[in-house]
């Protein structure tokens, strides 16, 4: 059915519309009151490469496949447009574009945060945005926003100029003890404040997508920044619960409840979000190369189908002394560390390869887990794991072996879009109140551990050894 045209007893059923704007995926869920999704619709996301190291997003490619998905998701799932109670933004974070505040047109294109261009960066920006910016900044005509602010301004169409505090707090120039943008930073860079959106609740009614876009005016009740929508989504709502995102790259959250623990080697403070007085707070971790890894293998045909790496990985009873190093996004702790395969042999086959890069991903969860363990001083509860790489059931098995812990898997591991689906909803009334999001979730699968710790121990340390060889390259 086209998405405009009317359904018989449009007004009565009402549905949630969720947008996930990720790194290599914009999608987009229609959700039932069960939490059910009831239509569906994905773009890949196209990056540009202009330099190397540099990466860069067309604004209006990404707004085309924005409006794109949502309207394709609407209407497979049979429904009318004015059926939708709601719409809520999952967005990349720290990816981000100044655009003029009167004509909405952009100075450059969105800088993603995977873009590695770093001091470059501070000059770029002093000589290149600055110089387009400033005159604009002088007349309070500039606009600073990471991907929900600039999609909120399109939707609007000039009417709402806003943040949310989860997506604030990933900038870096958000600070989060104060709950404010950081003027001193502001002045080491040469930004000026008056460049920064409001910041809003992450819950909340931002107002209407233009009629014109979609037809009818769809209110937009809910702004999240991804990894914290996940951790929504998984309804870890209470200190201790713990969220593993695996996709792109891989994130630990922990909800660390009205607590906020200062930065500290490879772990940082976040807002997680922010619904009326309550302030929720997580520390993160994050690992990089781990989707990518998985893509890249399968570009060069180690495998066919990533179904099929689980099965590879066991078909051999270990990667024989096979051991991969993770490198191809610069390093926070060494900028010169080498993507690598070691210990290869005559008898090396692409299954001791595949089981390789598997075991990379979960020896990184059982690094990340241990710092988190010591660096955190909360009782760590339940675990949850989402994202693609999730449904391996090798890396889920191996790291629940690692850390010494369950691991749930849920049915649906998109769980960034059903994040903010549930926020959405809130704020909408179309759900009541967190208990009634926990029994919307739906569990698949529970790892638990299998094998003692020792049992991996020389894997791990010829991993680790291998790590060292290829530092400072």
């Given at each position: 059915m086209p998405c405009g045209q009317q359904e018989s007893g449009a007004g009565t059923a009402r549905y949630v519309v969720a947008v996930d704007v990720g790194s290599t995926v914009?999608?987009?869920?229609?959700?039932?009151?069960?939490?059910?999704?009831?239509?569906?619709?994905?773009?890949?996301?196209?990056?540009?490469?202009?330099?190397?190291?540099?990466?860069?997003?067309?604004?209006?490619?990404?707004?085309?496949?924005?409006?794109?998905?949502?309207?394709?998701?609407v209407q497979a799932a049979g429904l009318h447009m004015r059926q939708v109670a709601g719409l809520g933004i999952s967005t990349q974070r720290a990816t981000f574009i100044t655009w003029h505040k009167r004509t909405?047109?952009?100075?450059?294109?969105?800088?993603?945060?995977?873009?590695?261009?770093?001091?470059?960066?501070?000059?770029?920006?002093?000589?290149?945005?600055?110089?387009?910016?400033e005159e604009a900044a002088r007349r309070n005509n500039c606009c600073f926003?990471?991907?929900?602010?600039?999609?909120?301004?399109?939707?609007?169409?000039?009417?709402?100029?806003?943040?949310?505090?989860?997506?604030?707090?990933?900038?870096?120039?958000?600070e989060p003890f104060t709950k404010c943008w950081n003027p001193t930073l502001c002045n080491l860079l040469s930004i000026p404040m008056s460049i920064y959106p409001p910041v809003k609740d992450t819950s909340f009614n931002f107002g209407s997508a233009d009629s014109e876009i979609f037809g009818v005016p769809i209110p937009i009740m809910a702004v999240v920044a991804d990894q914290q929508s996940a951790m929504f989504g998984e309804c870890c709502f209470h200190p201790g619960d713990v969220k593993l995102t695996m996709g792109t790259g891989g994130f630990w959250n922990v909800n660390t409840g009205e607590h906020l623990f200062a930065s500290r080697r490879g772990l940082y403070p976040l807002i997680g979000w922010k619904i009326g007085e309550e302030v929720v707070y997580l520390t993160e971790g994050c690992i990089s190369d781990i989707g990518t890894t998985i893509k890249w293998a399968q570009d060069i045909n180690l495998f066919t189908n990533v179904d099929e790496t689980a099965?590879?990985?066991?078909?051999?009873?270990?990667?024989?002394?096979?051991?991969?190093?993770?490198?191809?996004?610069?390093?926070?702790?060494?900028?010169y560390l080498c993507a690598s395969f070691m210990g290869l042999k005559p008898s090396t086959t692409r299954n001791h390869l595949v089981r390789a890069i598997l075991e990379s991903v979960a020896f990184r969860n059982k690094q990340l887990y241990d710092m988190i363990v010591k660096k955190i001083r909360i009782p760590l509860q339940t675990i949850r794991a989402d994202g693609g790489v999730s449904n391996n059931s090798f890396v889920m098995q191996m790291t629940s072996d690692l850390i010494n812990k369950k691991i749930e898997k849920p049915v649906n591991a998109d769980m960034s879009s059903l994040g903010a689906a549930f926020l959405a909803g809130l704020a909408s009334g179309f759900w009541t109140d967190k208990e009634q999001l926990k029994k919307l979730r739906r569990i698949e699968v529970v790892f638990e551990p299998q094998k003692d710790l020792e049992e991996y121990k020389p894997a791990m340390d010829t991993w680790l050894q291998a790590m060292k060889c290829s530092l400072h390259w």
């Amino acid at each position: 059915m086209p998405c405009g045209q009317q359904e018989s007893g449009a007004g009565t059923a009402r549905y949630v519309v969720a947008v996930d704007v990720g790194s290599t995926v914009v999608k987009c869920h229609v959700y039932d009151r069960a939490a059910a999704v009831r239509g569906s619709s994905s773009r890949k996301v196209e990056s540009l490469y202009p330099r190397p190291g540099w990466v860069e997003l067309d604004p209006e490619v990404l707004w085309s496949q924005f409006v794109g998905v949502v309207k394709e998701a609407v209407q497979a799932a049979g429904l009318h447009m004015r059926q939708v109670a709601g719409l809520g933004i999952s967005t990349q974070r720290a990816t981000f574009i100044t655009w003029h505040k009167r004509t909405g047109k952009p100075f450059h294109n969105f800088i993603s945060w995977q873009d590695v261009r770093s001091a470059e960066l501070v000059n770029s920006w002093n000589k290149s945005l600055l110089l387009k910016a400033e005159e604009a900044a002088r007349r309070n005509n500039c606009c600073f926003g990471t991907v929900d602010t600039w999609l909120l301004y399109r939707l609007t169409k000039g009417s709402v100029y806003a943040t949310d505090y989860s997506n604030a707090s990933a900038t870096g120039v958000f600070e989060p003890f104060t709950k404010c943008w950081n003027p001193t930073l502001c002045n080491l860079l040469s930004i000026p404040m008056s460049i920064y959106p409001p910041v809003k609740d992450t819950s909340f009614n931002f107002g209407s997508a233009d009629s014109e876009i979609f037809g009818v005016p769809i209110p937009i009740m809910a702004v999240v920044a991804d990894q914290q929508s996940a951790m929504f989504g998984e309804c870890c709502f209470h200190p201790g619960d713990v969220k593993l995102t695996m996709g792109t790259g891989g994130f630990w959250n922990v909800n660390t409840g009205e607590h906020l623990f200062a930065s500290r080697r490879g772990l940082y403070p976040l807002i997680g979000w922010k619904i009326g007085e309550e302030v929720v707070y997580l520390t993160e971790g994050c690992i990089s190369d781990i989707g990518t890894t998985i893509k890249w293998a399968q570009d060069i045909n180690l495998f066919t189908n990533v179904d099929e790496t689980a099965k590879m990985a066991r078909s051999v009873v270990d990667s024989q002394g096979v051991c991969f190093v993770p490198g191809f996004q610069v390093s926070v702790n060494d900028p010169y560390l080498c993507a690598s395969f070691m210990g290869l042999k005559p008898s090396t086959t692409r299954n001791h390869l595949v089981r390789a890069i598997l075991e990379s991903v979960a020896f990184r969860n059982k690094q990340l887990y241990d710092m988190i363990v010591k660096k955190i001083r909360i009782p760590l509860q339940t675990i949850r794991a989402d994202g693609g790489v999730s449904n391996n059931s090798f890396v889920m098995q191996m790291t629940s072996d690692l850390i010494n812990k369950k691991i749930e898997k849920p049915v649906n591991a998109d769980m960034s879009s059903l994040g903010a689906a549930f926020l959405a909803g809130l704020a909408s009334g179309f759900w009541t109140d967190k208990e009634q999001l926990k029994k919307l979730r739906r569990i698949e699968v529970v790892f638990e551990p299998q094998k003692d710790l020792e049992e991996y121990k020389p894997a791990m340390d010829t991993w680790l050894q291998a790590m060292k060889c290829s530092l400072h390259w």
